[in-house]
């Protein structure tokens, strides 16, 4: 499984379900939680064998209408719990929860990252 498989199986049942790579169609129904891939820690073995797991950095970004500030910080807690508790995915909480609006769709967000190794 990639690590972007990992993100839906643990965060699929959050936000009715509606989950994004990257970004949300524009006429997406909030509220919704989008992730992608930003870095991560690369393990480089001598005999130039590919690891059979990653480390890799994910952002996970979580969105609500214009008036919804509280609404989208309970969705970023709930999804901080679930990869908390998805121990298979050995999760390091990177940063804290990181406050956006974006002008284009008039939501609410929060971005966090996450290490993941899967």
Not at 35 to 52: A, C, H, I, K, W
């Amino acid at each position: 499984m990639t690590p972007e498989d990992h993100i839906e199986v643990v965060l699929a049942h959050l936000a009715g379900g509606r989950l994004y790579p990257d970004v949300a169609p524009l006429s997406t129904d909030t509220p919704y939680i989008t992730y992608q891939v930003v870095g991560g820690e690369p393990m480089n073995f001598l005999s130039g064998d590919r690891p059979d797991k990653q480390h890799v950095r994910m952002q996970v970004n979580c969105w609500a209408g214009a008036d919804e500030r509280a609404e989208v910080s309970e969705l970023a807690k709930l999804v901080e719990d679930a990869l908390r508790s998805a121990t298979e995915l050995q999760v390091e909480v990177v940063s804290g929860r990181t406050s956006t609006y974006d002008e284009e769709t008039d939501s609410r967000g929060t971005m966090q990252d996450f290490m993941l190794f899967c």
